[in-house]
């Protein structure tokens, strides 16, 4: 795990990085490639893919392979965590039914997430 360094933290880049740590460590848990013969890289326009449970979280992971960077343009990372909130939320098969009001580090992480998208789209 990179450690940000408290100028980087401040930043809403830092921001976003540290954001983004946790559904790259959650996702990546939660895909298997044992029986993936493509061994866990995505094809785009694959059937097998486009039809595999983790064929989302893989896509993401995927796009998303390299760390991201104090260098990464922020669009791309609020992209990346906008994806990542939309996967946690809605297509993982391990957060679909927690109950509305729920403390596990997941919806917590989806409860900042959330606040921070909300606020960047009215900048915009
Ligand atoms: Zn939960």
């Given at each position: 795990m990179t450690t940000l360094t408290?100028?980087?933290a401040r930043t809403l880049t830092g921001y976003v990085l540290r954001l983004?740590?946790?559904p790259r460590?959650?996702?990546g848990r939660e895909v298997d490639f044992t029986d993936c013969r493509?061994?866990?890289r995505y094809q785009l326009?694959?059937?097998q893919c486009a039809h595999c449970r983790f064929g989302?979280?893989?896509r993401w992971l995927n796009l998303h392979r390299d760390e991201p960077t104090?260098?990464?343009p922020l669009p791309e990372l609020v992209d990346a965590l906008q994806t990542a909130a939309t996967y946690l939320r809605t297509e993982s098969p391990s957060t679909s039914c927690h109950p509305r009001r729920c403390d596990c580090d997941t919806c917590l992480w989806l409860h900042e997430?959330?606040?921070f998208l909300r606020a960047q789209r009215h900048k915009t």
């Open positions: 408290g100028t980087q983004l740590e946790y460590w959650f996702i493509f061994a866990g326009g694959e059937t989302p979280a893989c104090a260098a990464t997430a959330g606040a």
